[in-house]
Nanobody, 116 residues
């Protein structure tokens, strides 16, 4: 059974930092591209960051220079370091694992709230 379990969300002031973690089980983790998505109230889910199985990364323009995605293949975990957080970063953040041609797997999400 595949499980993606996110953690690390919470309430932080603007300009602060959080590190999200996503622990994967039930998949051959090194084979999978790992992604972080987010969904704010009333908005569509958007792709925030991607790290491929070979370690290449890509970011949404809105988070470039502030967020860093990384992976630990030994511990089957992907991270999202979020710095200089803004109010508009408030959303539920979801972990996603993808390896074609299988359908993607999703975590349950973790709430990030940026507010003073």
């Amino acid at each position: 059974q595949v499980q993606l379990v996110e953690s690390g969300g919470g309430l932080v002031q603007p300009g602060g930092s959080l590190r999200l973690s996503c622990a994967a089980s039930g998949i051959i983790f090194p084979f999978y591209a790992m992604n972080w998505y987010r969904q704010a109230p009333g908005k569509q889910r958007e792709l925030v960051a991607t790290i491929t199985n070979d370690g290449s990364t890509n970011y949404a323009d809105s988070v470039k220079g502030r967020f860093t995605i990384s992976r630990d293949n030994f511990n089957h975990t992907v991270y999202l370091q979020m710095n200089s957080l803004k109010v508009e970063d408030t959303a539920v953040y979801y972990c996603n694992a993808y390896h074609s041609p299988r359908p993607p797997y999703w975590g349950q999400g973790t709430q990030v709230t940026v507010s003073s």
